[in-house]
């Protein structure tokens, strides 16, 4: 919420000129003063008389009573506005009429003559429209005022409620980056963070009603409001600078009203449990009264219902004006509300850091004049105080400390115990209509903006970070994979993570765009890599290799959506073979290492669905699909796994031009899967359609010797031969295959290659047949991070076997036994600390099997302690023999 229109003329008409909501409340409360500029046709300098006969005998203006003054001005502004858009003949003196109303502060009402004269042109500009939007603009600067300072004020109500946020969704709401958190809640809990930070008051639970849930629903109240409040300024902005009239603003206020109701419950049962918290018997006797001007003036939830049962009604019948109008007086309350929260939550957390209220600003010359008498008892005494108060003092937050600094800076002096003067203050402050409110809301706006703890580090959607525990399992399953890739004679490979621009395109179909450009530098066009076969393609072709065997491990990069098990940077694990081999026998392995690894990660249940892509190119064939529409019609084929048929259809027929008899024949396709050997029979078949097509011919002859071979290596029995899978890239030229987990984790895809013997030679002059896979390593991940943690496993993230415990500070002592151990090939920790619970602790925390504890003053000189933690036994071993000693003992144990 902007405070420059404060003070300001504002000018309507003329070029640029355009209405804000702040520009709308500014003149509405007499803040700003307002002129139309004299380029417009009805500027104040124009003196056109109105005609004798009205332009429009049956238009008639009026406004409905019940508006407030702030509502009333708002409507003729905006009644003004579109006059001098839309510029009617012979409207000057209208406008003058209404430019006077408006420039005149605390006038909230027109006379009927002025009425009969503006009657004319309300059917140029629709005065229910008017109100409508004049009403809305008030509310979405309302809600800007009220987003500015809402998230402070529960985080004030959070600390003088020693709520424990360690537990709660303002603590755990993070930006996972996978596209599925809510921007919003994460950002209310950001910010509340950013004010809590620091702060020994939170989870000290003075209020026990305070709960989890009530602190969990913060974070959602808050953040549905942001957006509720979001999209309401974007249609009153649209509207108040168009020059049609609309209502569909209507369709988006019962959401409003819920939003404003929620945010009002919830802070007014934060400011009763404060209310509630300052009622000791050690409370200064000013509280009492507060605490009934708290129960007497701050709208309850009832009344909020109250209100909002009647913008219900109103809406039910029809009355839209009625309904906005309701909604602004919630509006109105809730902001009240939220005051009288703020006031409590101040007096509390003041009287909890034991300062006092009431006492005035730069007093402390004061005070030093009046104790000048007896000057050393007093100094002494001043002392004494200040050394009692610095360690009774609670820090708050980082936050809310200089949110407290800032308003006690802006209250003046007032007697002590003058409660009432010290509420009106406040009261004073928190209103938007004082001109003081733009510097509340831009000193919360530097706190969370510049605070220590500002926003930890944000993550790019679509990436995570690895946790020591989670790299234990990732460097296991790339040990894993890494040892069957070179069980079938492969060797690594690496290549640079962006290649050229040309190199990647026209490779992928329509998955294209989801290549990452990098700016352009020095002269070269660079993107990111999608995939890795790609590179490895460019690869042997650059060398001019004709047989290669490779592996890689990497990570590539795509433009997507994120979701649950999709990144936009992930590993992925591939194993390819370049060159001309039997027929089928390059193929045939491939599956068969993809089948070894999902075994040996110890996954689950899975499947390897199987396709041919010349056997799928003869389908189309079959079924009428011109050629030049092969590959966009598999892009399709190949959403089938997450879209049911009939939408994909539709996508063949209305967006890619096929009939619907050739869309319908695919379906009867598509509908085939099953064992492979078996299908197969099927297709085979005396008078089937594949055998007339060579292409598809060849496919179920090569796909023949492929299945053979399979069942021989008695891998055929996680094989699908599925007609619909179709993988989209446009490089893929024979068999095709993917592997998909099939239990209760759904993260889609889990691996996929196939074969693509002209992609070398797009790269060279020699034609290289090549195939592939590629594991999706990083859903394969969340598959076994997921097993984890139903099967309640623990990891253990570092493989020492040895803490060296030097019990005080002797680092040398500690320096030569580990390196003793270290040159043993022993995997070893130490730890320098007087205290044994560290050491126990940090044995305990890493789950180190064996402790060597030096320094006990039980223990005879010349030894040291030797103990086994997992069976809780310990000896003494001579010093000279303890790493042969531990060598013996690990002998027989994993690390």
Request: aromatic share 8%.
């Amino acid at each position: 919420m902007s405070s420059s229109n404060a003070g300001k003329t504002i000018i309507l008409g003329g070029k640029g000129s355009s209405l804000s909501s702040s520009t709308v409340f500014h003149v509405s409360t007499s803040l700003s003063k307002l002129s139309i500029d004299s380029s417009t046709k009805i500027s104040s300098s124009s003196k056109t008389p109105l005609p004798k006969q009205p332009l429009n005998p049956n238009s008639h203006f009026s406004l409905p009573d019940y508006l407030t003054p702030l509502e009333f001005r708002a409507s003729l502004l905006v009644f003004l506005k579109k006059l001098t858009s839309i510029s009617p003949p012979s409207s000057s003196l209208a406008a003058e009429k209404l430019l006077g109303v408006l420039n005149s502060p605390g006038l909230s009402s027109i006379s009927d003559e002025d009425c009969v004269l503006l009657n004319p042109f309300s059917g140029f500009c629709s005065v229910e429209a008017c109100v409508l939007y004049g009403v809305c603009a008030l509310l979405d600067h309302k809600c800007a005022a009220l987003l500015g300072v809402v998230d402070a004020v529960a985080a004030l109500s959070i600390e003088a409620l020693g709520g424990d946020i360690g537990s709660s969704s303002v603590s755990l709401l993070i930006d996972s980056g996978d596209g599925l958190s809510d921007k919003d809640e994460v950002g209310v809990a950001s910010d509340l963070r950013v004010f809590l930070n620091g702060s020994k008051l939170v989870g000290k639970n003075q209020v026990k009603e305070y709960s989890l849930r009530d602190m969990d629903g913060i974070p959602e109240t808050h953040g549905l409001f942001r957006f509720i409040s979001r999209t309401l300024h974007g249609k009153s902005r649209v509207f108040l600078n168009s020059s049609t009239a609309g209502s569909g603003i209507v369709g988006l206020l019962p959401s409003f009203a819920d939003g404003i109701l929620n945010l009002g419950e919830s802070s007014c049962r934060r400011g009763s449990l404060v209310v509630g918290s300052l009622g000791n018997n050690e409370a200064p006797s000013y509280i009492s009264r507060f605490v009934e001007l708290f129960k007497a003036e701050c709208p309850g939830i009832d009344r909020l219902k109250e209100v909002y049962s009647s913008a219900s009604a109103a809406k039910n019948g029809g009355d839209n004006l009625k309904f906005v109008h309701e909604i602004f007086i919630l509006s109105d309350l809730v902001g009240t509300v939220l005051s009288w929260e703020a006031i409590a939550a101040f007096i509390s957390l003041t009287l909890i850091s034991g300062a006092d209220i009431f006492t005035p600003k730069g007093n402390a010359a004061v005070v030093e004049a009046t104790n000048s008498v007896g000057a050393d008892n007093g100094k002494a005494n001043e002392k004494k105080q200040q050394k009692e108060k610095k360690k009774n003092k609670v820090a708050m937050g980082k936050g809310t400390t200089a949110l407290m600094q800032y308003l006690q800076d802006r209250l003046q002096p007032t007697t002590s115990g003058d409660i009432e003067i010290l509420v009106q203050q406040f009261l004073s402050i928190l209103d938007p209509k004082n001109p003081g409110y733009a510097s509340l809301l831009e000193k919360v706006k530097d706190i969370v903006d510049s605070n220590d703890s500002r926003r930890l580090p944000k993550l790019p959607k679509g990436t995570r970070d690895f946790a020591k525990e989670q790299m234990t399992v990732r460097e296991k399953a790339f040990s894993i994979i890494s040892k069957v890739f070179k069980k079938h004679g492969a060797t690594a490979l690496d290549t640079p993570v962006f290649e050229m621009r040309e190199t990647l395109m026209g490779k992928y179909g329509e998955d294209s765009k989801l290549i990452y450009d990098l700016a352009d530098q020095g002269g070269e066009l660079c993107s990111l890599r999608y995939d890795l076969t790609v590179p490895f393609a460019r690869y042997v072709a650059m060398n001019g290799l004709t047989s290669f065997k490779r592996y890689q491990i990497a990570k590539v990069y795509r433009r997507d959506n994120p979701s649950k098990g999709r990144y936009r940077e992930f590993y992925q694990c591939d194993f390819d073979i370049a060159g001309k081999f039997e027929k089928m026998g390059p193929d045939f392995e491939v599956i068969k290492i993809l089948t070894e690894l999902l075994d040996e990660l110890q996954i689950g249940d899975y499947e390897v669905k199987l396709n041919h892509r010349k056997l799928l190119d003869g389908m189309l064939y079959i079924c009428g699909v011109p050629p030049e529409k092969f590959r966009t019609i598999c892009s399709s084929i190949d959403k089938l796994d997450k879209h049911p048929f009939e939408q994909i259809r539709k996508e063949m027929v209305e967006e890619k031009g096929l009939s619907t008899e050739t869309a319908d024949r695919i379906g009867t396709f598509v509908k085939n899967r099953g064992h492979p050997l078996e299908l197969l029979s099927e297709l085979k078949k005396e008078g089937s359609e594949f055998l007339k097509n060579k292409e598809s011919s060849e496919a179920l002859d090569e796909l023949e010797i492929l299945f053979e071979a399979l069942e021989k290596s008695k891998c055929i029995g996680k094989v699908v031969f599925d007609l619909s899978l179709a993988r989209g890239l446009d490089y893929y030229t024979g068999v095709i295959y993917e592997a998909v987990f099939k239990g209760a984790t759904q993260v889609g895809s889990i691996a996929a290659g196939g074969r693509y013997d002209k992609l070398i030679e797009m790269f060279g002059t020699k034609e290289v047949p090549a195939i592939g896979v590629s594991l999706g390593i990083e859903r394969v991940f969340t598959i076994m991070e997921q097993i984890q943690k139903d099967q309640n496993q623990t990891v253990r993230a570092t493989e020492t076997q040895v803490l060296v415990s030097i019990l005080g500070d002797n680092l040398s002592l500690a320096a030569e036994l580990a390196s003793e151990c270290w040159a043993a090939g022993l995997n070893t920790e130490y730890l320098v600390n007087k205290r044994v619970t560290k050491h126990f602790d940090r044995a305990k925390d890493s789950r180190i099997p064996w402790m060597v504890i030096v320094g006990d003053p039980k223990v005879s000189e010349g030894m040291v302690k030797l103990k086994n933690l997992e069976a809780n036994k310990e000896e003494e071993v001579p010093r000279s023999q303890i790493v042969e000693e531990l060598r013996s003992r690990l002998s027989n144990i994993s690390p």
